[in-house]
């Protein structure tokens, strides 16, 4: 019983002590067996965290016994406790198949670290999800933005580096513009807790400090979730990362960001402020729009299966975007949704084209020629996940667009409902230049594919059967997608 | 425009200018500069900046440590401090590792000229399939 009470703790310090631990241990069975071990735990604390929230209504944990405001809280709650389970279910998937994965794509004599860092980015993740504190976000984020520069930089490729290099750069400059902002709001309230924040804004809402720090944490944060024009770092990361790193980073990193940004725009700034007295509404709307269909656009024109599909990200956090734009429970029920949807299908996608490379030597739309005839599993996957992302009926992505088109229609805007489904056709587009690539051309005789192991096979799978059935039944996806969206509505506690 | 204890705005609110000042130097170098060092350089420049807008507000002119004692009535707060330190070492840490890719950068290409690199990566010769 009286671990029950402190699983918050647990859910981060789980995979944080598990990491030195993997330094320790050194040998990589012995590294991949505890971060396996440690991610699995922690899954299993935030199924456990969520069905007691879901149960019983939002945990508040004081760390070290201080209470808050004084003392740094944990929070659990409905929105916290789905990024938590989305976080620590990838990270379970991804883990087992990285084994595989990275014995082709990193030296042998980096196992161990990579895992260590793998481990470090989850703890930093879940910390951000699950803190009530303002200035522990920050630290959360930079431990798993630090962890990421360095996974990313574990590419084969050389332009891993720079792309690291680049993420960094970005990065920086994002997380100092989200201390800057959270500096702003300490020195206005005089409180680091989210949710006294959030009370005690209210009596200097409008003030000029408070409308800096929100300029300050909407470009910080839109750096974080790689929101369009701000997205730059992010092709190039997810292209030349190690492929469990792709899927991992592709599939929570800038899920995660989007969460803070829920976080803070509608609990510690509250609705009114943000909506109310600046175009917010409306510049959310034009970016998020220029998002999806310029990133779209970008993505029909690469030769690079991984570079493809991280344009495609980057349209994707355009739905999630637009969804935030209307500021309605049904818009946050679709971005809340697609956070987690999205996060699946682009982590089987990462995952799949992960296989792909250790296959065939390489990603390109020139090695992948008649795909389909070589390895129609693999192929056939990789079709699937691309129908939810256009978001064909029968997938995830597919219950996002509804919410979202249910959301327009809320507020009578028709034309944005031609636009989401003009948009669709244009992740039709690119989707087809693989069906094209992969099952109209004659397979390349000069390419032998190599057997990929079970252990990457089982979890790409398996990511893929919950792309169908999170398309199939909802019950699981939008009925605490839609109560976290009431509790954001429901203004500052 | 008055400050804090009556001076005059560019006085009293003078670490603030100097805050900006440093924020905006920084950024510019970071952006501006092809140098990776240089770059990294002026990311330095812009987070320590921030480190002034913690601290700065954070002193109260003739306050103390907060004792709680008769003899002392105004009290710095001392809490901007302590997450400026949190801040500071995830700064060595940024640094350390842009450092560490710089030399990895280094060893790959043979420069840490960004525009070089650039260039590098646009060739069709730099190994790409």
């Given at each position: 019983?009286?671990?029950?009470?402190?699983?918050?703790?647990?859910?981060?310090?789980?995979?944080?002590?598990?990491?030195?631990?993997?330094?320790?241990?050194?040998?990589?069975?012995?590294?991949?067996?505890?971060?396996?071990?440690?991610?699995?735990?922690?899954?299993?604390?935030?199924?456990?965290?969520?069905?007691?929230?879901?149960?019983?209504?939002?945990?508040?944990?004081?760390?070290?016994?201080?209470?808050?405001?004084?003392?740094i809280e944990y929070r659990v709650d409905a929105l916290s406790s789905l990024m938590l389970v989305l976080v620590t279910g990838i990270a379970s998937v991804v883990l087992p198949y990285a084994r595989g994965s990275i014995e082709r794509e990193v030296p042998a004599a980096q196992h161990y670290l990579f895992y260590t860092m793998f481990l470090l980015c989850i703890t930093g993740l879940l910390g951000i999800a699950i803190t009530g504190d303002a200035f522990n976000i920050f630290v959360f984020l930079e431990i798993s933005s630090l962890s990421s520069y360095v996974l990313i930089a574990l590419g084969r490729d050389k332009r891993a580096l720079v792309a690291a290099y680049q993420y960094l750069i970005m990065g920086t400059i994002g997380a100092t513009f989200i201390v800057i902002a959270i500096g702003m709001l300490y020195l206005m309230t005089g409180t680091l807790n989210l949710a006294d924040m959030g009370r005690r804004l209210a009596t200097v809402n409008g003030t000029r400090p408070v409308l800096a720090a929100l300029a300050f944490l909407t470009v910080g944060v839109s750096l974080k979730?790689?929101?369009?024009?701000?997205?730059?770092?992010?092709?190039?990361?997810?292209?030349?990362?190690?492929?469990?790193?792709?899927?991992?980073?592709?599939?929570?990193?800038?899920?995660?960001?989007?969460?803070?940004l829920l976080r803070f725009y509608f609990e510690v700034f509250g609705q009114s402020q943000v909506f109310g007295r600046l175009p917010m509404e409306q510049m959310m709307l034009v970016l998020a729009l220029a998002g999806i269909f310029v990133a779209s656009t970008i993505?029909?024109?690469?030769?690079?299966?991984?570079?493809?599909?991280?344009?495609?990200?980057?349209?994707?956090?355009?739905?999630?975007?637009?969804?935030?734009?209307?500021?309605?429970?049904?818009?946050?029920?679709?971005?809340?949704?697609?956070?987690?949807?999205?996060?699946?299908?682009?982590?089987?996608?990462?995952l799949l084209l992960g296989i792909v490379v250790a296959s065939t030597g390489g990603a390109t739309l020139a090695r992948v020629q008649g795909l389909g005839r070589i390895m129609p599993w693999t192929s056939a996957g990789i079709v699937l996940a691309g129908l939810s992302l256009i978001g064909v009926p029968g997938t995830a992505g597919f219950v996002t667009k509804w919410y979202l088109i249910l959301a327009a229609l809320e507020q009578g805007q028709w034309w944005l409902v031609f636009l989401i489904v003009a948009s669709s056709l244009l992740s039709l587009a690119y989707v087809w230049r693989f069906v094209e690539t992969a099952y109209f051309r004659e397979p390349r005789t000069d390419i032998v594919p190599a057997a990929v192991p079970l252990s990457m096979a089982l979890p790409t799978a398996l990511l893929l059967a919950a792309v169908v059935v999170f398309g199939l039944d909802t019950t699981y996806t939008v009925d605490p997608a839609m109560r976290a969206a009431q509790m954001l509505i429901g203004g500052p506690r | 425009m008055t400050g804090p204890e009556g001076l005059p705005g560019v006085i009293g609110h003078f670490s603030y200018f100097v805050t900006v000042f440093l924020l905006v130097a920084g950024l510019f170098?970071?952006?501006?500069?092809?140098?990776?060092?240089?770059?990294?350089?002026?990311?330095?420049?812009?987070?320590?900046?921030?480190?002034?807008?913690?601290?700065?507000?954070?002193?109260?002119?003739?306050?103390?440590?907060?004792?709680?004692?008769?003899?002392?009535k105004v009290y710095s707060n001392p809490l901007p401090h302590v997450l400026i330190l949190t801040a500071i070492v995830v700064g060595v840490a940024t640094l350390a590792l842009g450092l560490a890719l710089v030399v990895r950068i280094r060893e790959a290409y043979g420069t840490i000229e960004e525009d070089e690199i650039l260039l590098q990566e646009a060739s069709p010769a730099s190994g790409a399939d």
């Open positions: 019983m009286s671990i029950a009470t402190h699983l918050p703790a647990l859910q981060v310090v789980v995979p944080l002590l598990a990491a030195p631990l993997t330094v320790l241990l050194r040998r990589p069975g012995l590294a991949f067996v505890t971060a396996v071990a440690a991610s699995w735990l922690a899954l299993a604390i935030s199924v456990a965290l969520a069905l007691q929230v879901a149960g019983s209504g939002a945990i508040n944990y004081a760390i070290g016994s201080w209470p808050a405001p004084l003392g979730l790689a929101l369009f024009p701000l997205h730059q770092w992010l092709p190039n990361a997810y292209a030349y990362a190690p492929s469990a790193v792709s899927a991992f980073l592709a599939a929570t990193a800038t899920k995660v960001a989007v969460y803070v993505a029909i024109f690469q030769t690079d299966l991984k570079r493809l599909f991280a344009y495609s990200s980057i349209s994707q956090i355009g739905y999630i975007v637009l969804g935030v734009s209307y500021a309605s429970v049904t818009g946050l029920t679709a971005t809340i949704v697609h956070l987690f949807n999205h996060g699946v299908t682009k982590g089987a996608v990462f | 170098i970071v952006i501006a500069r092809g140098n990776l060092i240089k770059k990294l350089i002026g990311l330095g420049i812009f987070q320590t900046s921030v480190y002034l807008l913690y601290v700065a507000p954070g002193k109260l002119i003739g306050g103390t440590a907060p004792i709680i004692s008769e003899s002392y």
